[in-house]
Nanobody, 126 residues
């Protein structure tokens, strides 16, 4: 089975940028749509962005549209989340997840992702 492993989190000032990476331990991400989710203290885990297996289709939650960009490099078996113009409300643990899909589909629902990473903390100070 595939095991996502996140990296790249940290502390950044409001208006700054971070790039999260998600690599695979075990099987490759071939055949999987990939998603980024986040969970702030006291809140439910929520969808942030997703990308199809081919990389040709992407989707974003409204709060991050225009600021975050998801991409993938299948040759490197890595998925990225570029986060710009960060806000304090972006503070959360960010999770990478993999869900089996057709070449052009992605998912926004948590339950369609079967493999999850341990998460990486992103803290945005005001």
């Amino acid at each position: 089975q595939v095991q996502p492993v996140e990296s790249g989190g940290g502390l950044v000032q409001a208006g700054g940028s971070l790039r999260l990476s998600c690599g695979a331990s075990g099987r490759t991400f071939t055949g999987y749509a990939m998603g980024w989710f986040r969970q702030a203290p006291g809140k439910e885990r929520e969808f942030v962005a997703a990308i199809s297996w081919s990389g040709g289709t992407t989707g974003y939650a409204d709060p991050v549209k225009g600021r975050f960009t998801i991409s993938r490099d299948n040759a490197k078996n890595t998925v990225y989340l570029q986060m710009n113009s960060l806000k304090p409300e972006d503070t959360a643990v960010y999770y990478c997840a993999a869900g089996a899909s057709s070449v052009s589909n992605y998912y926004t629902q948590l339950w369609k992702y079967h493999y999850w990473g341990q998460g990486t903390q992103v803290t945005v100070s005001s």
